[in-house]
């Protein structure tokens, strides 16, 4: 992935305003994420965004590592994600916990990033819900998804589609709500608990196979 000459001076602004004294730090540091939002948005304030920054920079490389085929690759996309959420910070509208709505966020870069050829978009995934379909479908219970062993579960989640690998770890791993789910996918809540239906029923069908 080459590193445009806005992306690398945007992280030089970024570097320069995380820099800046303690104090300054200090006097803002206390704002949670959302008081933060507001403010970069209001004045465009890199320092601040600086803070969001060393907040989640950690967080996102994490989610961008899953989907990256080297560490090299994943920081560049973390800094492709951190470069558009400036562009993009004015939508968040505070409708869920910032921390939920940017790894969304992440997501949605990271799929569209994979699937560029195919032209998908995680938001454009949601298809009719059938009432019998839904009935007929398995319904695996949260329990089963907590006993899974640590490493066969890290497997089947890597074999998933990124978008049922998404859904499953916002709602399992940062505790997302279901109307959090409809607000970040766009989608209605019938739609969002058949996809969640859907996700549960592969993995452990994926986590079945493996030895």
């Known amino acids: 992935m080459q590193v445009t000459f806005l992306k690398r001076l945007f992280l030089i602004l970024i570097s320069n305003q995380s820099n800046q004294s303690l104090e300054r730090k200090d006097t803002f540091g206390h ?46 996309l973390t800094q492709d994600v951190f470069l558009r959420l400036f562009i993009k910070l004015a939508s968040f509208q505070g409708r869920s916990k910032f921390s939920t709505w940017l790894y ?9 990033y994979v699937n560029r050829d195919k032209g998908r978009k995680m938001k454009d995934q949601s298809v009719p819900i059938d009432d019998k379909e839904y009935k007929l479908a398995a319904e695996v219970p949260d329990k089963s998804i907590y006993e ?26 940062d505790g997302a ?35």
Not at 61 to 66: A, L, Q
Not at 150 to 172: C, N, Q, V, W
Not at 198 to 210: D, F, G, S
């Open 104 to 112: 969304s966020f992440t997501y949605n870069f990271c799929v569209n």
């Open 148 to 173: 899974m062993k640590a490493h066969k579960l890290e497997r089947a989640l890597g074999t998933l589609a990124p978008e049922d690998k998404s859904i499953l770890l916002l709602k399992y791993q």
């Open 31 to 76: 704002l949670s994420d959302e008081e933060l939002v507001a403010k970069v948005v209001a004045k465009n304030d890199t320092f601040l965004f600086g803070i969001l920054y060393d907040r989640y920079a950690k967080m996102v490389y994490n989610k961008c590592y899953g989907f990256a085929k080297s560490e090299d690759e994943a920081e560049d």
């Open 177 to 211: 709500s279901i109307k959090d789910l409809c607000i970040l996918f766009e989608i209605g809540e019938s739609a969002v608990k058949m996809r969640l239906k859907r996700a549960k029923a592969r993995l452990v069908e994926i986590y079945n196979t493996l030895k």
